[in-house]
């Protein structure tokens, strides 16, 4: 079936360090890849998204890429600041669906960034 | 502005009770979505519609139901039958695209409701 595998946190860094969060894949169909980040408090925001095999993600400093040989779209920044500390989700899309339903989500990994 | 509307934000409910979520969106979108999401937690699919007046159960269906009779509207019944209704609620819409394309889908989300039952 289709699922999203996300790093488990929560990930503590120190601003100004390099960021990753690993996330793989399993999909049936042909799949589309996104990253949401979430505010405390609030839903979840889309941060990048890819469409197809070795396209790359890129939103305000963070960056994935689509890698069908691996089945992996890694989350990256180079240097993360206080304001990233947020709860970041892998997620999945389907086309066509192997259920009703074409969206998949990580459980999520939360990142805390210290002065 | 385009964009899905959840209210209310904060929602206190005795015990017993039913009460119902109410999520609006303007994009135009075919296709909603209630998830639940627990402190600390992922997120959980409740119910989901793709179309008008149809609509299908979710990963935790038992003690929620649904309608869709508007395109823009996808209202959450929480009833007395769901053991422990206490979480926060996100609605999210999305259209279809073709595969692989740059209109492929994409869910956007409400702003949320949490809802605590006394």
């Known amino acids: 079936g289709d699922s999203v595998t996300q790093m488990e946190g929560p990930v503590t860094l120190s601003e100004e360090a390099f960021l990753t969060i690993n996330c793989t894949y399993t999909a049936t169909g042909y799949p589309s890849l996104f990253w949401y980040v979430q505010y405390p408090g609030e839903g979840l925001q889309l941060l990048l998204k890819?469409?197809?095999?070795?396209d790359k993600g890129s939103n305000k400093g963070f960056e994935a890429t689509y890698r069908k040989e691996t089945t992996s779209f890694h989350l990256e920044k180079g240097s993360v600041q206080v304001s990233d500390s947020a709860v970041y989700f892998c997620?999945?899309?389907?086309?066509?669906?192997?259920?009703?339903?074409?969206?998949?989500f990580g459980t999520g990994t939360s990142l805390t960034v210290i002065p | 502005d385009g964009g899905i509307t959840q209210s209310p934000k904060y929602l206190f409910r005795k015990e017993g009770q039913n009460v119902t979520l109410s999520c609006e969106q303007n994009l135009n979108h075919d296709a909603m979505y209630w998830y639940r999401q627990d402190p600390g937690q992922g997120l959980r699919l409740i119910y989901y519609?793709?179309?008008?007046?149809?609509?299908q159960k979710g990963d935790i269906a038992e003690g929620y139901s649904v309608s869709r009779e508007k395109k823009e509207s996808f209202p959450l019944t929480v009833t007395s039958a769901q053991k422990n209704p206490t979480a926060f609620y996100l609605c999210?819409?999305?259209?279809?695209?073709?595969?692989?394309?740059?209109?492929?889908?994409?869910?956007?989300f409400g702003p949320g409701t949490r809802l605590t039952v006394l």
């Open positions: 999210a819409s999305s259209n279809p695209g073709l595969a692989g394309g740059p209109y492929a889908d994409t869910q956007y």
């Open positions: 519609s793709q179309i008008v007046n149809d609509f």
């Open positions: 890819a469409t197809k095999a070795d």
């Open positions: 997620a999945l899309s389907v086309d066509p669906p192997s259920t009703g339903n074409q969206f998949y």
